[in-house]
Each structure stands twice: as structure tokens, then as C-alpha cells.
């Protein structure tokens, strides 16, 4: 429940900022890839959160931080039947997407774009925004850069003004000029390089938001409120930051800041010692602000409390706190009623068969060792690339492909990972498979560039002291998806070494080589041997903590999306036989002991460990399982 907001003595007013981030279209609480209900999850859970919060303020505004376009099969199959259609929409689609149709009916005020709206290009982005009854606002993307900031052609507008009629505690009617400014991380035109590239410019956000707050306050704006599709950092992380919602609470004129991206909860325990942090008030350097996860399990709430008098509006204190969607959190009919369509769309294009596999094909070990389901998407890159390569100067050199473990974990939860029984394949499978909308690339890189990639890839694991017990083998801060498997290449991991890179790619000991023994079939791998590796637009753009010159070295395939590649080499390769291609291994280090955290699922799965000697010790609170694995 909220904290009272204690009221001055002369006229005042409290306005509620109630916010949503991450949607990722998870409009039904379903999860299309298990293909049952998610009681924790979905927009039309979070709308009865929002529609009690509201009973209990009279002044509140609504908004959404990002991220609601892209993320699960709802969102491409919606994105793949609209690209290049006209507006009656195909397949007796409605016109109005999904998202934005349940937005326009919660009353959203305002909203920013996320890194992942760009995932589709911009032509289908253009198409996917149409029909929102609010203002979507960006000041930090641009058509063209200027001298500064407020001379950007940006891409959206850079902010909003909102009137509001509003009634003090006194009885007195006033307008509130509300100002809404939006931003993204500046990384998106390295994460979608290949679709944004001469295309869309960004700028730093703070630099933006430097320049821009005071516009909004000369606009007449009363509040400021920032939208930051961005997470939690550093507040001295500047030029450039990928997370810098804490440093904008630095900015002067803005009040209030929706955080996000990072798919994590604030104010939380998980911030208790980050600095400047106030989880009572939900304030970070005396500014509240909220990150209410992701998916639609929480919902933020800011309580600004507004005094007036001869000078204009003030805000006199705050209070910023989630509320969390729970088991037994009813879904609003009208949510349910809106997206009907849509929803059994999706089920059937999921549901529709496309082959077999004869084992159970899981990610839960594909961080530590070998995952037939990564090896089944490797294979189809590889296929792939073969097949392009016929009667090209490197059609010679050897194919080798490189996959992440996108589900594994992490800030996903315990449920986050793939985990297919054996039998029939679906395309909702495949979309497990492979969950992001990349497409193929085809690298030409040395022995050497290799070693480099790998090492990267390898910077997930912690650094181990030979003797010691139990220390966390994973890097929490590393997402599994910069993890990559190169197939075809085998090597040992000597953990007692730092990690020659940081998850950004930045090389922090040049001395340090995690891998031995790094060979190509029987051989050593030569450094300067020419490979082609597969692997996708993402990580070719230089993303994850790869950056290097790789589009230059790239090979002309087309743009194919990796989910149709996979899609036809399941169909052609069925059945699927299952069974894991060996990995890399850890070097050993007698006496050694790590913990590692994992799906409640592993417990049947273990056997794939156990060179590891796996004890599993027990169901932590977060719902994973934990084994301890003797190195």
C-alpha cells in the first residue's frame, strides 16, 4: 500500500504517476512458448492494479516506459503480418496493434520507445505505432544530429506537455502542466547497426536531458517527468551509459524518473546498497523513481505531493514505491475482451507443427557445458552458410557457428529457460529456440579473432581460487545471451585466470588467457587460419562486448531471419536425434568446488553434468535450483 503523503498547510494536491515498462507484448499473461497461463505476468493483470490505484488518488497519469512492441510470439507474429501491409491489416487483423488498441483503452497519457521497438526496422515500426491516442515521446534518438541536442531532427518528438484540471486540497481548480520527455539507451544504433545505421543518430542521455529539461520548463511545464528506457547505474557513469536513470536524477527540473530496460524492480532489496539509494521512499539521490520489472508483474507508482501559491507549482515531497501482480490478481475483462483476437491467432500460428525431435532439448546447463538445443540452432546457421557459400572463393574454408544460451536464467527467473519435451515441434518451439528477430551473418575471421571472441564469451565466469569452495561460478551481471558457443571449435576454460575482457568488451588484463588448448577438429587452431563463422546481426554489429570491424568481413547472404532458417532445417533434419555435440570443458582444479543456479527442471536433466559431480543442494527463494559442481 502507499505511504501517506503528508500535506502542508496551504493549498495542495497530489498527483499519482503510475508507469509500466518491458511489456515485451505480454498483453494476456500466457506463455506461448509453454503454451499455459503465467498468473504473474501480462498488461491485463497490471490493468487491475491500475485500476485500484487510481480509486485512491484523484489526480493520476499513466504511462509506459518502452519495450511494449517486441518480445514474445505474440509481437512478431503481429509484426510479420503487418510489415508491408495496408491498413485493413491482414488475416482479418484490426488495424490498431494489439498493445497500443489496450493502451488507448487504460488511458495511457504518454510513452517513449524502447531498444527493442527498433528490433523491425523502422518502416514496420512506423506501421506498428499507428492508431496510439497518446503522445509517444524520444529525445535522445534523431533523424540527424545537430551543434546540440535541442537542434537534433529527432525522431520523435522530445517531449510532451499535458494540461491537467485539477483541484487543490482547498477547493481551488487549476491546471497542471505535466512535461513528459522520453529516452532510449544510445546503443541502439549499435544493437540494430544493420537496420538503423545512416538511418538514426543518438545521443548521450543526460547530455540530451541537459538540454532538453529546460526547454520543457520555458514550455510552462509545472512537473517533469522522464521516461528513461535505461537501468539503474552508476550516477557518475556518463558519456554514453547504457544505465543512466540514476544519473539523471542529477538533472536539474526533472521530478520524477521511470527507470527501466534492465528488467529489474526499484525500490527493491536487490539496490539496498547501492548508493544514494532511499528504498523507504523509493528515491535514488533524493529523486524518486521506479522500475517496475518487467513483463507487466509490477506496476509503478510515484506520489508527487504539489503545493501552490503566487510562484506557481512545487513539489514538497514524494513517496515512489511497485506494486507486484500476484497469483491471485484477476486479469481485467476488458483487456482480455480487446486482445481476444489477437491471442488465439497466436496460438494457432504457434501451435502449427514443423517436425519432431526425439529427446528433450533444454538450456538448463548451457551455460557450463554442452545443450543440444543450442547445437540445434548452430547446426542450422551452419547449414545455411554452407549452402550460401557453393561456388564462392571461401567456400573453402571451414563453417563455424556461434550461438548463446538466450534463455538461461538470470533476470528471467527461474521459469527462463528452454525446455522442450521430446516429440512434436511447433513453431512456438522454434520461437523458444530463438526469441529474438536477428538475422544471419556470415563473418570471415582469423584463428587469432577467434581467440578473442571466445575470451570475451568466456568473461561470464567469475574467477576461481584453486582450493577454495563454493564461490558462484556465474557472473550475474553477464547476460547469458553475450555468452557464445562456437561449434565446431573445442577448448578447456582455466578459471584460476581474470577474464581478459569485461561483459562490455573493454580488455581489462591483457595478460590473461582463460583458453587452452583451442583447437579445430584434430588440430590446433593456426591464428592466422581463415574461418566463417555464422552468427547473428546482433553480435556481428559489434554488440554484447564484440566490437571489431565484423560487418566489414562480412559475406552477402541477404538479410534471412535466423527463426526461418531454423524453421526449415528442423522440417528438412526431422527428426531431430537430440544428442549433445561436446563442448568446452573447465581445466580441472582438484579440491575446487563453485555453486551454480539453475531451472527446478535440472534436477532430471543433471546427468549432462556429471563429469561436474553435481549435489544438488536445495530450492533457493528465487525458485532456482542450486547445485554445487566440484571442478
Known sequence: MSVPVSRSSGPD??????????????????????????????????????????????????????????????????????????????????????????????GYDAATLGNHEFNYGLETLSLLLRGANFPIVSANIAHALGGRPREDRTYMPPFALLDRQVTTADGQCLTLRIGVIGFAPPQIVQWDRLLLEGVLSTRDIVAAARDWVPELRAAGADVVIALSHSGIGNADDLDGAENASAA?????????????????????????????????????????????????????????????????????????????????????????????????????????????????????????????????????????????????????????????????????????????????????????????????????????????????????YRQIRPGSHDQMLLDEDFPSYNHDRISGLSFEIDLSQPARFDRHGQLRHPQSRRLRNLRHGDAPVDPAQHFILATNSYRAAGSGGYAGPWLARSLDLGRVPIRDILMRHVAETSPLCGTPTPGPRFCPMPGTSVLFDTAPGALETRQDIAHLQPEFLGHQPSGFARFRLHL
Request: glycine share 10%; with cysteine; proline share 6%.
Open 13 to 106: 494536491m497530489v498527483l499519482r504517476i503510475l508507469a509500466t515498462t518491458d511489456l515485451h507484448v505480454h498483453l494476456m499473461g500466457y506463455d506461448y512458448y509453454a503454451d499455459r497461463e503465467d498468473a504473474r505476468l501480462g498488461l491485463a493483470r497490471t490493468a487491475t492494479l491500475i485500476a485500484a490505484a487510481r480509486t485512491e488518488v484523484a489526480d493520476c497519469l499513466l504511462v509506459d516506459n518502452g519495450d511494449f512492441l517486441q518480445g514474445n510470439p505474440m509481437g512478431d507474429f503481429i509484426a510479420l503480418r503487418r510489415s508491408g501491409q495496408h491498413d485493413s491489416g491482414p488475416e482479418g487483423l484490426p488495424p490498431v496493434h494489439p498493445a497500443i488498441r489496450v493502451m488507448n483503452r487504460l
Open 248 to 460: 539523471l536524477t542529477q538533472v536539474p527540473g526533472i521530478d520524477a524518473i521511470i527507470a527501466g530496460h534492465s528488467h529489474l524492480v526499484y525500490p527493491s532489496q536487490d539496490f539496498a546498497a547501492f548508493p544514494g539509494a532511499d528504498l523507504t521512499h523509493g528515491r535514488i539521490l533524493g529523486r524518486p523513481i521506479v522500475m517496475p520489472g518487467a513483463y507487466g508483474s509490477h506496476l509503478g507508482v510515484i506520489d508527487l505531493h504539489l503545493a501552490h501559491d503566487s510562484a506557481g507549482w512545487r513539489v514538497t515531497s514524494s513517496h515512489a514505491e511497485v506494486r507486484a501482480v500476484r497469483a491471485d490478481t484477476s486479469p481485467l475483462p476488458e483487456v482480455v475482451q480487446e486482445v481476444r483476437q489477437e491471442h488465439a491467432q497466436t496460438l494457432h500460428f504457434c501451435g502449427r507443427s514443423v517436425g519432431q525431435s526425439q529427446a528433450r532439448l533444454h538450456s538448463h546447463f548451457a551455460t557450463i557445458a554442452a545443450s543440444n538445443a543450442l547445437d540445434v540452432v548452430a547446426e542450422a546457421q551452419r547449414r545455411f552458410v554452407a549452402r550460401q557459400v557453393q561456388g564462392r572463393p571461401e567456400a573453402g574454408l571451414p563453417i563455424l557457428s556461434a550461438v548463446s544460451p538466450f534463455k538461461a536464467g538470470g533476470r528471467g527467473g527461474a521459469g527462463h529457460y528452454i525446455d522442450i519435451p521430446a516429440g512434436d515441434l511447433a513453431m512456438r518451439h522454434i520461437a523458444d529456440l530463438y526469441i529474438f528477430p536477428n538475422t544471419i551473418i556470415a563473418l570471415r575471421l582469423t584463428g587469432a579473432e577467434l581467440a578473442d571472441w571466445l575470451e570475451a564469451s568466456v568473461g561470464l
